[in-house]
């Protein structure tokens, strides 16, 4: 009501330098914390980095299988503040149920991205063949641009995104992480466990 | 049984045990003051809602139980950010309730409207805006347990009107009061850790045991966890002196031979150089602060450090800790008593001679000093202090503001209670110590209430004593006057090559004793030395109004040591009573 709700689904992609920055750098973790699906808790969690000056990367959040709960995927930027003291003060908020940082070894990794191009009918046939190779999808067709999708790992979309980039991109949005830990192995980090 | 949502509010305040509110009415509260008439519970008329938050906390500081509050919406939420930032920061169980305008103009800029939740979520432990009058006793619940578990601090519940207004049907419920079982499942991410781990415990008292030069850092959190015994038994049992920083003032006695007194930039030569020489720190609810370690990095260079806390965030947040311990320090002391003693107690130490002797040399040669006023010279704050501290009882209750008046209160009172030192740590708010006295006072009753401010403080909150003598609530106030913004000017002094920058307040303007007579308290004023006995007599023998006593202090008096700000601890300056620095 005073803030932005989880639901029913929002996401974000920010960066703190430029988009084309490769997600799978080294200083970037990914943080998937389990909240109550209750008003202003994404508020909570981006005003507690604003407050302590850690920077997000890209933050995803939609509700979860139960709907009492929703999932934040935050990709951190950990060069600056180590990731404990950012794991530690979100936990402490009374909203946070359970946080884990998933080694991407060790789990599955994905990210949307939505771009138009341009597509002269001289150039087109190179972007369609580009969206072949990615196996991705071509969602709309216009006299001299196509409206493209690619989802995958964060790495296969920064390729995809590269090398539509000469083509010239109109327009393009990335949904930012969503991860789960892979089921057969416990990849999850037990941070909370650390923590208390 | 059907209730009003007001109803429910005040009901559950009740049932929580609450005995008094600080608070101030307004448009979008209106409904749940209706109640307040029924209730058995004291209300406390304040004359500006800083008032109530601060009193509030002053309360919670004296009595260990949470303080309450209650505002309207808009300006009244806003006026009491201050109260719960300072709570947040001192880590103060309070439980603060906002009016907030109906449901249905929430987000529309009305009358008084302002988003609470939003503009205090970063200086609160938890706030919700509740929306549903059936919600009302499970959030009143929820925001007590959270405020008084784990670390406490502040909670805020924002009440819009529709749901408590009883021209409104949607603000009936069915009465219940919520379980612990309800609790606890409405709060499944809230969990705090209260027992330390067994290993860590064990690794500490073996720690404990093969140190030479240990010293315990205690923190606020003794007071908070009731660990002030379990303090005690763990110094003696092991022969390790205690320093008590600003915010633990009390929970060691300043009498006990092991006791250092307080630490940091304005800490004394031994507390603040034992630490620096230490070989291991024992940290026991405290948090590294800047005004305690002084430059980090130089910060006790060769200590290992225990650190102890409830709350997770505090271990390694500024100093990594050798043995990190999250639980209440109570239950984690004690454990580290039976730990110690498992190893062989007392007899299990090894030799500390030279550390005590180190120690007692240190405390012979840098006591606390000031230069004594020459005759018709002006007073001197220090002096005022020692006559105050040995004409008042014991275990008087001694609150203050923030600057000079509050560091020398800390060094020259000496405390052997603990809960009986009221001050703003974390936050440093001036004003304070008026409206904390008020809710010390009325907390403990029993007990001689005395706040010790700066007249720049002073001003900032002395409304709060005509709420003091309308409710009869008679504390004693001594503003150490010295027509300075005194922290402020002793910086322009020592760091701004004496370059006095909007410090002036004058020292007659406004005429504190006038003012206090205004107000209804008695007021007198205090010029020379032999003057300062028979005023302080004067005031412990009114027992029903507040007192104001203008102590005209002088102005040039700085506060000794001082670890000049950015260096190391080791850079600690001494001051001109001690000759030429400290080393």
């Known amino acids: ?196 | 049984m059907q209730m009003n949502g007001g109803q429910a509010l005040i009901r559950s305040l009740e049932l929580e045990g609450v005995e008094v509110i600080f608070g101030l009415p307004g448009g979008a509260i209106l409904p749940v003051y209706d109640p307040i008439i029924d209730s058995p519970i004291r209300h406390i008329l304040v004359r500006h809602e800083q008032g109530a938050g601060h009193m509030a906390e002053g309360y919670a500081h004296a009595t260990g139980r949470p303080g309450v509050a209650m505002v309207t919406s808009g300006p009244a939420a806003t006026n009491i950010v201050t109260p719960l930032c300072d709570a947040y920061m001192d880590s103060v169980p309070i439980v603060v309730i906002t009016g907030q305008v109906p449901s249905t103009a929430i987000g529309t800029d009305a009358f008084q409207e302002c988003d609470t939740v939003g503009i205090t979520r970063s200086v609160t432990k938890h706030n919700e805006l509740v929306t549903r009058a059936a919600d009302i006793p499970l959030a009143v619940r929820e925001a007590f347990h959270i405020a008084t578990t784990g670390r406490p601090g502040p909670v805020l519940v924002d009440i819009p009107k529709d749901i408590v207004d009883p021209k409104n049907p949607a603000s009936m419920l069915e009465w219940y009061w919520p379980t612990d079982a309800a609790v606890a499942a409405g709060l499944p991410g809230y969990r705090p850790t209260t027992k330390g781990h067994p290993r860590q415990i064990r690794h500490a008292a073996e720690l404990i045991c093969a140190s030479v030069r240990p010293v315990i850092y205690a923190g606020g959190g003794i007071l908070k966890a009731r660990a002030a015994e379990a303090l005690r038994e763990l110094a003696e049992l092991s022969g390790i002196h205690v320093v008590t920083t600003l915010m633990a003032r009390g929970a060691f006695p300043d009498d006990h031979p092991l006791c250092l007194g307080m630490p940091g930039m304005h800490g004394n030569y031994a507390a603040v150089t034992s630490m620096q020489q230490a070989d291991l720190l024992i940290a026991l609810g405290s948090r590294f602060d800047d005004r305690v370690t002084g430059k980090v990095s130089a910060f006790a260079p060769d200590a290992k450090i225990i650190h102890v806390d409830i709350d997770p965030a505090e271990l390694g947040k500024v100093r990594r800790p050798d043995v990190p311990i999250v639980g209440d320090c109570r239950l984690v002391i004690e454990e580290l008593v039976r730990a110690v003693r498992d190893l062989g107690g007392a007899g299990a130490q090894p030799d500390r001679s030279a550390w005590r002797r180190t120690i007692s040399g240190w405390q012979e040669r840098y006591p606390l000093a000031y230069e004594i006023s020459e005759p018709g010279d002006a007073l001197k704050p220090q002096f005022v202090l020692e006559q105050l501290r040995d004409n008042t009882p014991d275990d008087t209750i001694v609150c203050s503001g923030v600057g000079q008046h509050q560091m020398w209160t800390s060094q020259y009172w000496r405390f052997n209670h603990p809960y009986t030192w009221v001050n703003s740590g974390g936050l440093g708010t001036m004003g304070f110590a008026v409206p904390a006295a008020v809710g010390a006072k009325v907390g403990r009753p029993d007990r001689m209430v005395w706040a010790v401010d700066g007249d720049g403080c002073f001003q900032m909150t002395a409304q709060e004593l005509v709420t003091a003598s309308t409710e009869r609530i008679p504390i004693k106030v001594a503003i150490l006057n010295n027509a300075y913004l005194g922290m402020v000017r002793q910086w322009q002094e020592m760091f701004y090559e004496e370059r006095y920058s909007e410090v002036y307040l004058s020292p007659d303007l406004p005429d504190y004793k006038m003012w206090a007579e205004a107000m209804g308290c008695i007021g007198m004023r205090v010029e020379s030395p032999e003057e300062v006995l028979p005023a302080i007599e004067k005031a412990n023998s009114i027992d029903d109004r507040p007192v104001v006593i203008d102590f005209r202090t002088d102005s040039r008096e700085k506060v000794f040591p001082m670890v000049p700000p950015g260096l190391s601890n080791d850079d600690i300056v001494t001051g001109p009573a001690q000759g030429e620095g400290g080393r």
């Open chain 1, 1 to 196: 009501m005073t803030s932005p709700s989880t639901s029913p689904s929002s996401s974000a992609t920010t960066s703190a330098t430029n988009s084309v920055k490769a997600a799978g750098d080294v200083r970037h973790h990914t943080l998937v914390v389990l909240v109550e699906n209750k008003t202003g808790v994404l508020a909570r969690v981006a005003g507690l980095f604003a407050r302590r000056g850690y920077n997000i990367f890209s933050l995803a959040v939609a509700p979860t299988e139960d709907e009492r709960f929703s999932r934040i995927t935050i990709v951190v930027d950990v060069e600056s503040s180590p990731l404990e003291q950012i794991v530690k003060q979100l936990f402490k908020l009374i909203h946070v149920v359970k946080i884990s940082e998933l080694d991407p070894r060790e789990s599955v990794e994905r990210e949307l991205v939505i771009a138009t191009v341009n597509a002269t009918p001289l150039a087109r046939g190179q972007v369609i063949e580009l969206v072949q190779v990615f196996e991705g999808k071509i969602l709309a067709v216009g006299h001299d641009v196509l409206t493209v999708s690619l989802d995958g790992a964060p790495a296969k979309v920064d390729d995809f995104e590269e090398l539509l980039r000469p083509f010239g991109i109109v327009e393009l949005q990335r949904t930012g992480r969503v991860a789960l830990a892979k089921v057969t192995t416990s990849a999850t980090r037990p941070l909370v466990a650390q923590v208390s």
